[in-house]
Every structure is written in structure tokens, then in C-alpha cells.
């Protein structure tokens, strides 16, 4: 592409991403579409000859836009919602224009040393302890599973990394312990590591779906005694059903007598304690062997952006440093090598995204957000609480309300379900605000997430008008 053709389209593009976001409350936040149609729209086989970028982005009005979830709809209130703050969407740009890979310290120097800088302002930001140690991994997902790596390569003694886990007659199963609700990310990492859906045993919770830490006792002992060896136990700051906190001091206090690596899932909740009086969330996560938040979640970052923190990182470097003779440089001795420290060979430039909101909110500004969310989300909690015909399921501790329809006199779990679930349908079937929700126990539950950068308490309300109109409508 010559030069001024780049600066021709490029321009025409960062206009439009400018008007989209000026704009994004025009277009219904669900689209309007079937399974199959936005792949119907589009040719079977590749162009064989190039096409002009005047037709590419026409397309992308035609064909694209049609079939997007609006995740930066300010009534995008479903799962955890996410946020492309214009900071973030600038820093993209400028990533993908660098094209910087941090394999190692001389593969991207200013890549490797913002990832640290930006770990760093983070951690102090949470209040995490200065021997927190932090890189970037894609996902959550993949920092939990990089957490329990390092958790099972902490049993030195298997020789893991070495000898595997498969044709052993040596080694007892591997026992891992987490709330049942917890996020299927755990199951899903011990499911590729080997160790199993049956190496992992979910702890049943309390009445606030708080992990039991009597019942966490009670299972390690009894699995010592069957012979199977625990090794680590995941809690959660936030849990994605309904954002309990798991008790942590009590649950390190457990990890630190039998000697288990302690990792804490703190996706979601954990940017929570940016807000100075929220830090308190965070109490006992300073003993955790490793720690998990996701940038993008609810700190404006687009996605991708997790962050796995480890007070021992050499511990992740023993799993997985592997240095072929091409990789090998002159700095090994002086530098962190990221790659050294996880799955990924090349490793993209996430850390400018981070770096730039941080840098365009400031601390502040970030935590004068946030707390307006919390404010919003109280708001709405009084509205279910008020309600006679609605209920709250679960305590209200970040920007979710777990809430459901309850009207007086029905209080058949069947009935109950079915009415909740042709609510949500409805709801989301006007494509002007879109909700998601949960199981909590046996009771179906809706989830109203409030964490959009761009919501305000009008969208808010409009929410709340759209579920009172739409229970109206299915109860006629
Ligand atoms: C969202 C979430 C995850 C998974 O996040 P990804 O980055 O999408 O992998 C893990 N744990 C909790 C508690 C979450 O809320």
C-alpha cells in the first residue's frame, strides 16, 4: 500500500472509529441476525486478485457491522462487560504499527521494559506487595493456567517438567481445590494439564457463595488420607456467577499449613481496589503465591490484557524456559526474557494499551470511574430491592446485581425459572439493552453488570424501564 494511500484510508478509518463511538448508542446492542447469516453474506473462496481498501471498508459497513454484539454499548450489561476506552483503541493502532515481539529483551526492548514498568504501576495501584512480580499473558484463562503450571512444577520432587505425568507408577493423583463457583477456566487448565477433571475438587460455598474454608480443611485432609497429593488451591475476588469474595486470609492461612501454592482469581474484582476504600477486598492476596486480574475486564483496556502476578517467578521459569541456540543473546545474564516465562514464543505489544490509559485517566480519574459504577449498580439494587414483584439473590459487592422476578404469591422454583428466562429473552429480544444470567443454586437468576466506561445512571434507567415494560408485556 503506497504510503499516501495508508494515509488516505487511515484517516477515513479513525474518523469513522470516531463517529462509531460518538455514536455507538444508535445501533440495537444485540444485532438483528440468525446463526449462519453473517457467514452467508460472505464469499466461500478467497479474491484471487487484490481488492481496494474503498471496497474492503465499504464491506465492513455492509457485511460486518449487520452481525456485532455492541460490546461498547453503555446497555451492554451482560457478563462482564468490557470497555475500549479511545486511549486503548489509539494504543492498538500504534501496536500493530510497530509490530514489536518481546520474545526476548533484544527482540523488543522498550516492549519487555514498559510490560514491567506498567506490571509494576498496576501492582502498586492494588496494593499488592513489591515481590509481585507481573507479565501479560492474553486472557485469564491462560494466566490460571499458567498459575497452576507453576504451582505443579513447585512439587520439585515429580520432576513434571522432566518426566511428565503419563506411563508414571510414582505419582499419586494430583489434587487442585476451588470453589464450585469458581470459573470454568480452572477445570479447563486441569483438563490440559493432565491432571484431570477428577484432579480437581470444588469446595462447596456458603450462604453468600463464599468458599467454606472448614470444608477446604476437611477435603485436603481426607484426600491426604485416600493418597492423592493437593498441591493448589484457586480462589476467587470476584466470581463470575455472582462476584463473592472467597474467604483469603482463612484459605491462605490453610495453603500456608499444608503447603499449597495459593493462587487467587481476581479477573474481574480485582481492579476494584484501585478505589482506595475498596482496597480491602484484596486483604490476604498479599500471601498468595500468584494472583490474576484482567485490564480489560473493567480498567478501559481493550481486550486482550490479563496480567498473572507470582511472588516466584523463578518458579514459572523453571517450567518453562527452554532456550534454543536462535534465541539465545549476548543480555540473557542481565535481562528478563518474557518468553522464559510462559507458553507464548512471540508476544505482542499489549503493554502501550495498558500504559496509555493509566497514563490518560491517571490513578484518579480511573478510580473516580469506577466508583461511579458502584454508585450506579446501588442505585439499581435499590430499585430491585423496592420492587414487589423482584428480588435480590446475591450481596452486591462490585458492579453486578444478581436479581430475578418474584411476584407475590409464586413461588414454584419451575414457574419461577421459566418466567425469568422468558424475561431475559424478552429483554434482550428488544436488542436495546442486552442482560445475561446465572444458576445460584437451583434458583435461574439475571445478571446486571454495570461496569462500561460509557454508562451512565440514565442508561441505567432506561435498563430498568425496558425490564418493567418487557415483564409487563410477557405477564399480558
Ligand atoms: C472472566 C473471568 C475469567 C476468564 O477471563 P478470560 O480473560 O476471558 O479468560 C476468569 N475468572 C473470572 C473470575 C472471571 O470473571
Known amino acids: 500500500m503506497p504510503p499516501e494511500e495508508f494515509r488516505k484510508y487511515g ?46 471498508l465499504a464491506d465492513v459497513d455492509r457485511l460486518i457491522m449487520p452481525g456485532m454484539t455492541h460490546w461498547n454499548h453503555p446497555r451492554f450489561h451482560a457478563y462482564f462487560n468490557s470497555s475500549a476506552s479511545s486511549p486503548g483503541i489509539l494504543a492498538e493502532l500504534l501496536s500493530a504499527a510497530l509490530n514489536g515481539n518481546a520474545m526476548v529483551w533484544q527482540s523488543g526492548p522498550a516492549v519487555t521494559e514498559l510490560e514491567e514498568v506498567t506490571v509494576d504501576w498496576l501492582r502498586q495501584m492494588l496494593g499488592l506487595p513489591a515481590d509481585f512480580w507481573g507479565m501479560i499473558l492474553d486472557t ?25 505425568l503419563t506411563g508414571r507408577t510414582d505419582v499419586p493423583r ?74 483469603i486470609p482463612a484459605i491462605a492461612d490453610i495453603c500456608e499449613r499444608e503447603g499449597l501454592w495459593l493462587h487467587v482469581d481476581a479477573a474481574y474484582g480485582g481492579t476494584a481496589a484501585i478505589i ?42 523453571r517450567a518453562f524456559s527452554l532456550v534454543p541456540e536462535y534465541l539465545r543473546t549476548a543480555h540473557d545474564d542481565v535481562v528478563r526474557n518474557l518468553m522464559d516465562y510462559g ?28 466508583r461511579e459504577h458502584l454508585r450506579i449498580t446501588q442505585v439499581f439494587k435499590g430499585w430491585v430491592e423496592s420492587h414487589p414483584d423482584f428480588e435480590l439473590l446475591a450481596p452486591v459487592h462490585f458492579g453486578a446485581v444478581c436479581f430475578r422476578v418474584h411476584p407475590r404469591g409464586v413461588d414454584d422454583e419451575l414457574h419461577l425459572e421459566v418466567l ?28 446486571m453488570v454495570i461496569g462500561h466506561l460509557r454508562t451512565e445512571e440514565i442508561h441505567v434507567k432506561k435498563a430498568w424501564e425496558v425490564i418493567l415494560q418487557e415483564l409487563k408485556r410477557i405477564r399480558a
Open 11 to 56: 484517516h477515513q478509518l479513525v474518523d469513522w472509529v470516531a463517529d462509531y463511538l460518538q455514536n455507538v448508542e444508535r445501533y440495537p446492542v444485540l444485532p438483528n441476525i440468525l446463526p449462519g447469516d453473517i457467514r452467508r453474506s460472505l464469499p466461500v473462496s478467497p479474491p484471487q486478485e487484490g481488492e481496494s481498501m474503498g471496497s474492503i
Open 140 to 164: 485469564a484463562s491462560t494466566s490460571t493456567l499458567h498459575a497452576i503450571v507453576a504451582a505443579r512444577e513447585s512439587l520439585t520432587d515429580l520432576k513434571t517438567r522432566e518426566q511428565g
Open 343 to 370: 507458553v507464548p514464543l512471540g508476544r505482542r505489544f499489549r503493554a502501550l494499551k495498558l500504559w496509555f490509559v493509566l497514563r490518560y485517566f491517571g490513578v484518579t480519574g480511573l478510580a473516580n470511574r469506577l
Open 276 to 317: 482506595p476504600e475498596m482496597r480491602s477486598i484484596l486483604a490476604g492476596c498479599e500471601r498468595a503465591d500468584s494472583f490474576v486480574v484482567n485490564p480489560h475486564k473493567w480498567m478501559f483496556v481493550p481486550v486482550d490484557l490479563s496480567i498473572l502476578y507470582t511472588r516466584k517467578p523463578n518458579t514459572l521459569r
Open 420 to 447: 425469568n428466562e422468558n424475561l431475559l429473552n424478552a429483554v434482550n429480544g428488544t436488542r436495546d439493552m442486552f442482560l445475561s444470567h446465572t444458576k445460584l443454586g437451583t434458583k435461574y437468576t439475571l445478571r
Open 174 to 247: 494430583l489434587r487442585l481445590y476451588t470453589s464450585e463457583f469458581a470459573h470454568s477456566s480452572v477445570e479447563k487448565a486441569a483438563t490440559t494439564l493432565g491432571l484431570g477433571l477428577d484432579g480437581v475438587c470444588k469446595i462447596p460455598v456458603d450462604e453468600q457463595f463464599r468458599m467454606r474454608p472448614e470444608a477446604l480443611a476437611e477435603a485436603i485432609t481426607e484426600d491426604r488420607r485416600k493418597g492423592m497429593r493437593p498441591f493448589c488451591v484457586v480462589a476467587t475476588v470476584g466470581t463470575t456467577s455472582c462476584t463473592s469474595i472467597d474467604p
